[in-house]
Structures are given as structure tokens and as C-alpha cells.
């Protein structure tokens, strides 16, 4: 996958041709970009729960087949699609929808990582938080994925400490630890096709 970053100038009205300014395209762009905010945002949330994020780490639908690699497949696969509702008077292409539920997918897919770090982290609850002992820093590295960094672990082991300061117990998990992550106004055209992108490269 590669990327580049470009600049919008103008923009061409579809159904009569009219090239417009960059005023029309801000406000054009930005009322799409706020809706595919919205919409994966409600959609995340929706979903901001243990039992789903076990589905999703499962990586199998309820017939037990391998959910697809392309998120907004597997959001539909799931039946998860029908969570979130058009705005009221508005509506919403199919092809706008798949943008959110692609941004939705990958967002929950990225906090399976966080939360196997939480677990472990839980697992392994030391005696005093604030300094593990040689053994239970060795108990804890057998349960996190390789490759975790030891920021990453204090970061963790500091934000579950401040929870159970503030209730007085420990988190059942990433879903009470924290909020539905937050969600950036932007909109995946990756997950489109040529009825809704069209790309040309120039010479």
C-alpha cells in the first residue's frame, strides 16, 4: 500500500458538468467527511464491547467461516452493518457506507492489540503495580504477544492502576478501561469503487 498527500483546487458537479471552487468543494468534502465521521463513529460504539471484540479476534462468521481480510466485507459478513441508521433526511450510497464500515473495521481491529496487552496485563496483576518483581515482570512477558514494548506495558500498567484507584477494583477488560476510541473526519476511498473514485495518473 503506498500513499501521497495532494491538494484539492476545484471540482466538477456530476450531473451538470459546472467546475466549481474550492468553496463548494470544502463544503462538499467536508459534509462527506462529517458523515463517514458519524457514521463510523456509531457504528464503533455500537460494537464497543467485549463479546464483539471476541467475534472480531475469532476471525470467523457464525457458520464458522474465515471472515474476509477487507474490513467493511467483514462488518457485513458479521451483520453488523445494520447497527447504525441513515441520518435523518439524509440519505446515504451504499458506497458511502462501505467507507465508514472500512474505517470501522480497521479501528476495532487495532484495539484487539491494545486489549491482548490489557488482559495479559490483568492476568499478571502484580502485587504492588507501581514495581514488579523478576518473576512477575517473567509471568507477565509469557502471556503478551512478542514484540510489546516495555512503554507500552508501564503506559497500560499506570492507566488500570488509575482506574482501580478511581473504583476501587480492577477493569473486567479493555471496554471499561476505556471509551470507543475516537474517530478522525476523514473519508477511506480505498474502500470504494469506480462508481465512487476514479483515479488518473498523470505523465
Known sequence: MATATCTAFSGVLEDTGERVGRRVLLERVGFLAQLSQNLTG?????????????????????????????????????????DVPSPTGVYVSDRVRRGAQEYAARILRLALHRRTIVTAVLAAWPADPRSRTEAEWTALRKLLPAGVSGAE???????????????????????????????????????????????????
Open 153 to 203: 506495558i508501564r503506559n497500560r500498567t499506570r492507566q488500570i492502576r488509575a482506574y482501580a484507584t478511581r473504583h476501587g477494583c480492577l477493569p473486567t477488560g479493555l471496554c471499561a478501561l476505556e471509551g470507543p476510541p475516537q474517530v478522525a473526519s476523514q473519508v477511506l476511498l480505498a474502500a470504494m469503487d469506480r462508481q465512487q473514485v476514479t483515479l488518473a495518473r498523470g505523465g
Open 42 to 82: 456509531a457504528l464503533v460504539a455500537c460494537r464497543w464491547d467485549e463479546d464483539s471484540l471476541d467475534v472480531l479476534a475469532a476471525a470467523v462468521d457464525e457458520r464458522g467461516k474465515d471472515l474476509p481480510s477487507k474490513g467493511w466485507m467483514a462488518i457485513r459478513r458479521l451483520g453488523w452493518a445494520q
